[in-house]
Structure formats: structure tokens, C-alpha cells
């Protein structure tokens, strides 16, 4: 079973289980999305080139170039992940023929050629891949390959926007589990809030003292068009009323389990003292996991739902050295 890299924040595995877990995920939160695997304020019609970051198995963006009825010429298409272990074997069978698909670290500059390159980048549920420290620095590369008016199409949802019916000491266990997992890797207890405040303050354009309007669309900056939330509760896609359950307790499954292995790998490494206590808790751990995924002493957590939080943000026009700071506009 391939794990992620040691120092990686990514809390999952890597591996042919994993691979069908995400596929399935994919359905899922497409249909959370009303069927829409971009916001359907996007333009289809300027949309050249499309970037998929934190791409797993790259199934949304198969999906898109293999669903979607373009109004013009077909884009580009280019999926990026830290690691290569889930990308598609066999571009055929995957439907990924048209993709092109490269290893990269978001929280990492991309190089020069991707720079104002795309219309369109994606990203899904990276809320528990992305430590709270790169995430500002993740936002900022990301603006980087966007082309100025480029669209930002970013869906999240964790452990702190999931809720179990009825509520049980099961389900408030498990969620100080994976909040305690999560900043024992650095990661930020919920995902939505620091995302809003990255995006709100990624310019990277040096204006001098007093020389920012808030209401001009000048500078090389996002600005978000779009903030969505969605419950699926009484949801009217079948495929999110059916398979929510479901697919949160799979997710939690994977990521207590992948809990218990970092624990297990940590005491491998460490002194007699340490080792024992890391090792307890990863035992605990895996009991837990156990319960949680048989039910047998907690019957009544049968059914969890869960809210998306979905941002769309925009890419404003870089203004000319020559033009006046105060003449921009929004433009279409």
C-alpha cells in the first residue's frame, strides 16, 4: 500500500482502493454541484485552456473533456498532482487521451510556461492534502497560471461541515479524531474561512500607500464572484441522498486508518517512551476505526450529511504602467 510522502500533509492513501474511492467521490460531488462540473457563471465560450490541481485520478477532469458540448474549439487540458501513483494507467481506457497530465507541488511556483495560461483551474476537496501554511502560498501560484480574467473554480467540504443523525458520543468522538489528526499535520481544523482569506488578499501587484480603489478591478489580484453553500440534506439528486452516508463514512474510514498508520510509522523512530504511547494511540485508533466501520455498539449513527462550500473567483485585468489606477474597469 503506497502511503504518502513522509513531511506530505496528505492524510490518505495511494493505492487501487483509494483510486476507486475518489472515482466514486467524483459522481458524488458532481452531483452536490447540480451536474455541474464548472459554475455555470463560468462562460464555456472563453475557456481555452483548463488546469485541474490536486487532479488524484484526474476524474473530474476526464469527466469534463469527455461530457462537456464546447461552443468552440476544445480546450487544452491539464491535470497536476504531487504524485503520479493515481494518475490513469492507460489513457484509453481512462478516457484521458486529451489530458495532459504532470506532476507539480501547488504550494510551489509552476514553471514559466503555464503563466497566465489557463481560463479556467479546478480544485476539489484538498482540505485534507494542504498544510494551513501553504495555503496562502498555494493561492498565489494558482492566480500565477490563471490568464487575467481566468475564472477560479474551487469546491470544499471536512470533517467540521459534516453532521451524523442522530448525534452520538461515536460520531463527537470521531470528529475530535480527525480535528486531532489533521493539526498533527499541520492542516487547519476547517477549510472554508482561511480559503476566503487567501483568495480575498492574493494580490500580488505592489501599489504605492493609499493607491488601492476596492471597488476598481485593477491589479493582478482574485476577487471572488461566487460563494456557494450546499447541504446534502434532502438533496434532490439521487446519487447525493443515496450515497452520502456512505461515502463520508469511507472517507473517515480512510483517513482514521491512514491516522493509525502515520502513528505506527512514528513509533518505529522513536524512543521507548514515545513509541509506547504512539503506539497505544494507533491502537486506540484502529479500535475505533473498527467500531465505527461495523456500527455494532452505535447503531443509531446510520445516516451523516454533510454541506460544500463552492468559490468562484475571478482574475482582474492587469492595468498598463501607463494607465491611470483609477480607469480600470471590470470588463467582461
Known amino acids: 500500500m503506497a502511503q504518502s510522502g513522509e513531511g506530505e500533509a496528505y492524510m490518505l492513501t495511494r493505492d487501487n482502493l483509494e483510486s476507486k474511492r475518489l472515482d466514486w467521490q ?10 455541474h462540473l464548472i459554475h455555470p457563471t463560468i462562460p464555456l465560450q472563453s475557456i481555452h485552456a483548463v488546469a485541474d490541481i490536486a487532479t488524484g485520478t484526474g476524474a473530474w477532469i ?3 473533456a469527455m461530457t462537456t458540448t464546447w461552443p468552440a474549439e476544445k480546450p487544452e487540458f491539464f491535470a497536476f498532482d504531487i504524485s503520479a501513483d493515481q494518475f490513469p494507467k492507460n489513457d484509453n481506457d481512462n478516457n484521458a487521451a486529451d489530458i495532459q497530465f504532470r506532476v507539480h507541488d501547488a504550494t510551489q511556483p ?21 498544510k494551513a501554511k501553504d495555503l496562502q ?33 461515536k460520531a463527537r468522538a470521531l470528529v475530535g479524531i ?12 476547517s477549510m472554508a474561512t482561511p480559503l476566503v482569506k487567501a483568495i480575498s488578499s492574493s494580490s500580488s501587484a505592489k501599489f504605492p500607500s493609499g493607491m488601492v480603489n476596492p471597488m476598481s478591478w485593477t491589479g493582478d489580484i482574485l476577487r471572488i464572484m461566487q460563494l456557494q453553500t450546499i447541504s446534502t440534506q434532502d438533496h434532490p439528486e439521487a446519487v447525493v441522498r443515496e450515497n452520502t452516508s456512505a461515502i463520508i463514512k469511507k472517507a473517515t474510514s480512510a483517513l482514521l486508518r491512514s491516522g493509525v498508520e502515520r502513528r505506527r510509522a512514528i513509533a518505529a523512530h522513536a524512543g521507548s517512551s514515545e513509541a509506547e504511547e504512539e503506539l497505544k494511540t494507533a491502537q486506540d485508533m484502529s479500535d475505533f476505526a473498527d467500531s465505527f ?11 451523516w450529511n454533510c ?13 498598463e504602467d501607463s ?10
Open 26 to 35: 467524483h459522481h458524488w460531488a458532481k452531483g452536490i454541484a447540480g451536474n
Open 62 to 64: 476526464r469527466d469534463l
Open 110 to 130: 509552476f514553471p514559466e510556461e503555464y503563466t497566465g495560461k489557463f481560463d479556467v483551474v479546478n480544485i476539489r476537496f484538498v482540505t485534507y492534502a494542504i
Open 137 to 169: 502560498a498555494m493561492v498565489k501560484n494558482i492566480a500565477a497560471i490563471l490568464r487575467p480574467k481566468g475564472y477560479l473554480n474551487w469546491q470544499e467540504c471536512d470533517i467540521l461541515d459534516a453532521w451524523a443523525s442522530p448525534v452520538t458520543a
Open 178 to 189: 480527525v480535528i486531532s489528526e489533521r493539526l498533527a499535520r499541520g492542516l487547519t481544523p
Open 293 to 303: 466501520e461495523t456500527g455494532n455498539d452505535d447503531p443509531g449513527t446510520s445516516v
Open 307 to 319: 454541506e460544500l462550500t463552492w468559490v468562484v473567483a475571478r482574475k482582474a485585468v492587469i492595468k
Open 323 to 332: 494607465e491611470d489606477w483609477m480607469s480600470a474597469r471590470r470588463g467582461n
